[in-house]
């Protein structure tokens, strides 16, 4: 597989909001400890990678969780 030659370096994610959730993922950026805190290291395929996780966990966060009690049962009449 080629890689492409970025023009441009990948931006660092952070939105300033550095505080962990449940999952250990950052609540701004969605980056684990470990992308946090390597990002200067990683090379363009692995940011890539991280930022495309990023997005996955982001719109799992965003996602609404219905659970069998949030579900509304919807009753006929009965007159």
């Known amino acids: 597989m080629s ?7 990948l931006p660092n994610p952070c939105r300033g909001l550095c505080q ?10 969605y980056r684990s400890r470990e992308e ?8 363009d395929a692995e940011k890539h990678t991280i930022l495309r ?3 996955l ?13 949030e579900e509304v049962i919807h009753q006929g009449e009965l007159f």
């Open 3 to 9: 890689q492409q030659l970025e023009m441009f370096t």
């Open 53 to 55: 996780l990023c997005t």
């Open 57 to 69: 966990r982001r719109r799992a966060a965003h996602r609404p969780h219905a659970t069998p009690h």
């Open 20 to 29: 962990t959730n449940s999952r250990g993922y950052c609540k701004g950026c």
């Open 36 to 43: 946090r805190f390597g990002w200067q290291t990683f090379n």
